[in-house]
């Protein structure tokens, strides 16, 4: 009822915490790793139906790209270096929770630190990459390419926005020294929420830059 | 409720009632508060509904002022009854019962269904807000097709069609973690001998159900983004004339929608395939056919989206044909299993089996009319019309409606602790079973002589007069079944005969705990070694297992 | 002691037996008496139609006996097997059955491929057009769609517009059609989505911007001489209702003479207006009239020098009512987006008038009032 409720309560409520309520044996993944993998499967269904809506758009428009932006994508531009910060940021991640399941607390702050900081470094850049596009007259409002363009990329910039709040919420709690071996459900969820975000980049850079 | 004797410290002194159940995060209660959330938004639908139907009663325009409120009175009706009443009702139901019967203290995330709960109520204001703004409510039906939905002078131009929108995007968020936590609910926290073929039925249609909208739900939120983007930021993707395409929108939006009407009527199926085991005394016939249609119905139903767009000349035809009828199978299998389930059984005629009976006579029109549109040539003609109309109806009103007050009647002694009245129970159901055939079943006729949808008026010489008349009566008579429904619970919450723990001689594990149950559900759970633990307590585990196949040979007396 | 079913009284299985007969005479009585007509589609006016009606036919004979055959196996469960106050035994535990569940699986799953092929059968000649297939079809028309009105443009074998019927409905209005004939028709939309439906044809198909959609339809050489009535099946709006149309099917003879009639109106030139009648001007964009109060001088004719500015799928026109919104004072034909008109109105007595849109009733921008003094 209460998040301190013991025992009986459902275990799950919160990232980690109480034992499974007795007799509720805990077969393989915890709740809140499969409730995160559902919640990712839902995440990954939003994007089809972006992606869908995607490829229709650009199979009903030719040319694609439209002549006015025809190179205004360059895959070589300052995109190239977001995107390497934010694959790295995937690996740092993945070193923090090996860090944590070996108990080493300092290790998991300093790899989740660096992972926050590569998170708004992508961030800052994606708002940068914007600007210029805005500059060159490409928004929302100019055709199918800029409307298809800024919405992929607007709703993953704001999954890694969301990315970075609950980064910034396991730095905060791993900093106050709440996770260890055994305990640390959110920092794996979290991590394969990051990995998802990252993958999502991985296949808009492909489709939007290189396809 | 606010103290438990393992728990004295965790729990403040004192909860005050009112902040007990806005804070709460009791699966039961915040179930209760779904049910209660549901009923009113059920009762504004309606309201909606007879707005509709005292406009088309007779030729002519009188009850509105002119035909653009009557657009936004069925806009605004659909939406409320499919994401505000059923799909809610059923969750709300399903979220009292599955934590009971897989014998779990509550739901896998307390705190996340206390905010899949209160985030319907939010998204229903803002949704019914759009009645305040200039321009009024979303009028562009509850499908919202672009470009209609998007712009032009006389379409769905203001600010009400964006307020739909992400009243849409509320509840479908809602709705995606409720499934999220169902699933999570079902796959961890089971006690112990309760495997999955041993789940109750009604447990395996949440899961289903789960699934589809923890795949769907989030389809047609990137549909509603699109649209808001076209509105608000000048996107083009809907938009012919700026290199979109108005088609899209159908798609992604059905890929949702078809989905959601297995969503809307698969936890009914389980509503009723609970009911009717209890009540004829004997198993489900054909436990896990009945879960393998279910799947079956699932996976199927993400492949029919495109028999909503026949008529739009740009689908593949056949394969979308052909997969709908072949939905027909399973459930198909599923009115089977109900009716053998009925037969040679020892049927007691509580409010509960009647309504679950309704169920079988109305959704078994509602399947076999549905047939007719799965014919593509056939669809061609009724596309659109009313047919459609009563089509969907036989299978939301008489499918789960009827199964949703099954359900009521049924766990409501559980809720409550007191039975509902049965005379007054069956006076509600004679009255909405008569009002529904008057309401709905015309319908079909209007919609074979060519009557189309969504019109406020009609040539009085078209022939549709009188149709529509008794129409109206019959939806009237509906409004006028609630009266006993409702005073029938104001009644019995005080003065109804006490239930006890086990008032229908159940088979699940609900029925094995106190009625209410306490905080936590169970202070100790009965042996769990088949689909109908507390029927195996009641007569010995040897009792339900008789003659497995005797169907036909009739010698299956139980020991 | 188990009361096993096959004790019970006969008197139920009579009941039961009595109530399921009484179900499948009354079924009966309503399907072959007129009574069931109702639920039948209205008599089909195309050679297409009679493929779909013949195939609704089939379908329903099917749906009739599977609903009389589970209603009636429901209706009997529920009668014949009431818990009476001597069963305090279980009935039998039956699980399941292996055979009966592949039977009832296998049955439906027979039925309903049949039901596949045979749609698809008949969708196959529903769905036929001579263009797809290499010829020429008899006549062309290209039907378009706007806020809230149908034109049919005429289209010779070239595929040239060779006159505009802007009037869908009405005296001298409407879709006119040979008997007989392979009638090819395209569509297209300007605004929203749209659907032409005529219900005697038993067909629909939507009509969608950016997209055009066509079809083909012949009509019953022995439905000469008919109207069909025909009205948008796609909720488009506040006008939805008011999109309507009429087919009416001729004889070629008569077609040829409507069409030639209708080219040579569009050819001849314009009625000049009375000489000295004052002119108004007015103008529609965006569904909407620029000028909501225009003022005339009294007993004597005048003119209003009309133009519509909207895209040309969307007609308008100025009609006059008196005071009270119902007296007809004078009707115009609509005008084509893009397109003037010189509309002549009588000599009127001094007073009040409504002059509205009579594509767009209802839409308070598209009406206005008329000071005669």
Redesign the interface.
Known sequence: MTAEAPALTASAGHGEGHAPASGHAQRGISNPILGMLLFITSEVMFFSGLFAAYFSTRAANAPWPPDVFKDILDPLGPIIIATIILIASSFTCQFAVWSIRRGDRKGFVRNISITFVLGIIFLVMQVYDYTILFSEGMTLGSGPFGTTYFTLTGFHGAHVFGGVLMLGVILYRGMAGQFSAKHHDAVEAVSLYWHFVDIVWILLFSILYLL | MAT?A??PA???AYRGGLYEWLT???HKKIGIMYLINSFVFFLIGGIFALLVRTELAAPGIQLFT???VY?EAFSIHATVMIFLFIIPMLAGLGNYVVPLMIG?????????NALSFWMLPLGGILLLAGFLTPGGAAA??WTS?P??SER?????PGPGQDLWIVALILIGTSS?LG???F???I??????GLTLFRMPIMVWTMLVTSVLV??????????L??LF??RN?????FL?????????YQ??FW?YSHPAVYVMVLPAMGVISEVLPVF????L?????FIFATAGIGALGFSVWAHHMF????VF??FF??MT??I??PT??K??NW??T????????STPLIFA?GF??MF??GG??G??S?????D??L???YWVVAHLHYVLFGGSVFGVFAGIYYWFPKMTGRMLSESLGKVHFVIMFIGFNLTFFPM??LG???M????????SD?GWNDWNLLATIGGFMIAVSMLPFIWNVFVSLRNGKIAGDDPWEGNTLEWATSSPPP??NFDR?PDIRSERPVFDAR?GLN??????????G?????S | MSTSPRKRPASEALVAGGVVVLLIAIVGIIFFTGAGSELYPPKPATVQAKEVASLYDLVFAIAVAIFVAVEGLIIWSILRYRRRPTDVDLPPQTHGNNFVEVLWTLIPTVIVLYLFAISWQTLNSVDYTSVANGQKPDVQIHVLAGQFQWQFEYLDANGKVVATQTKPLGEGGGMAVPVGKKVYVTLSSGDVIHAWYVPRFLFKRDVIPGQTNNFEFTVDPAEVGQTFRGQCAELCGTGHNAMQFQVVAMTQADYDAWLAKLVEAANATPVPPPSGAPVLALDAKNIAYDNRALEVPANAPFVIAFKNDDPSTITHDVDLRAADGTTVVANQDPIAGGTTAQYSYPALPAGTYQFFCSVHPGVAAMTGTLTVK
């Open positions: 438990h393992l728990s965790a729990v403040p709460t995060t009791d002119n035909e653009h657009n779990a203290p509550d739901m896998a995330f307390p705190r996340i562009a039906g097709y470009p209609l032009g002078a006389l379409a769905s995606i499934g999220i936590n699933l999570v609910t796959f961890k926290m089971r006690a112990p923890v795949m769907a739900t989030p389809v047609i939120t990137s549909a983004v699109m983007i076209d930021y000048g996107g083009s993707f012919p004339d700026k290199g979109g395409t108005a088609v899209l798609n992604v890929f004829s005394r004997k198993p016939f054909g436990y896990k056919a008529t739009t000349g740009a035809l056949p044909s052909l009828f072949l027909a199978v198909g299998v009115m089977f009716v053998f009925l037969f040679r059984g020892q049927l007691t005629f009976i079988l006579t078994l029109i076999i009319n047939a007719f799965a014919s593509v040539p056939i061609f003609a596309q659109d019309t079909h006729m074979i002589k060519g189309p949808r969504r019109i406020a008026d009609y040539a078209a905080a936590y759970l007569h009792a339900g297992h008789g003659h497995a196949a005797i169907a036909a009739g010698h299956g007396e139980a």
